[in-house]
């Protein structure tokens, strides 16, 4: 079975950094996206970053880009997310998604919940003041 687990997760200061890592098993396709998202109390879930392994194309929301960076390491069917420069609004559970791709439009698609086939459960960032 498609499992994707999800790690790396903790209790950080503002300003402080973490990897977050997505660890996939029971692939059976080549080309891949692998999305991440958070979900915080009272706010809705929204599309954090993406990456296409056919093509190594990236996406990152306004509100990240320039403090998080994503990778992939297609040998070991994983995908980090360093979570840099942490801000108290950051404090949310993470998961990652996979969609079987590679899709026609990437960044059409990257943010959209609807888009990916499997799901981690999640791993909890707080980030305190």
């Known amino acids: 079975e498609v499992q994707l687990v999800e790690s790396g997760g903790g209790l950080v200061q503002a300003g402080g950094s973490l990897r977050l890592s997505c660890a996939a098993s029971?692939?059976?396709?080549?080309?891949?996206?692998i999305g991440w998202f958070r979900q915080a109390p009272g706010k809705e879930r929204e599309g954090v970053s993406a990456i296409s392994s056919s093509d190594g194309s990236t996406y990152y929301a306004d509100s990240v880009k320039g403090r998080f960076t994503i990778s992939s390491d297609n040998a070991k069917n994983t995908v980090y997310l360093h979570v840099n420069s942490l801000k108290p609004e950051d404090t949310a559970v993470y998961y990652c998604?996979?969609?079987?791709?590679?899709?026609?439009?990437?960044?059409?698609?990257?943010?959209?919940?609807?888009?990916?086939?499997?799901w981690g459960q999640g791993t909890q960032v707080t980030v305190s003041s």
């Open positions: 998604a996979a969609q079987e791709g590679p899709p026609p439009e990437f960044m059409t698609i990257a943010a959209i919940e609807r888009a990916y086939d499997y």
């Open positions: 029971g692939f059976t396709f080549d080309d891949y996206v």
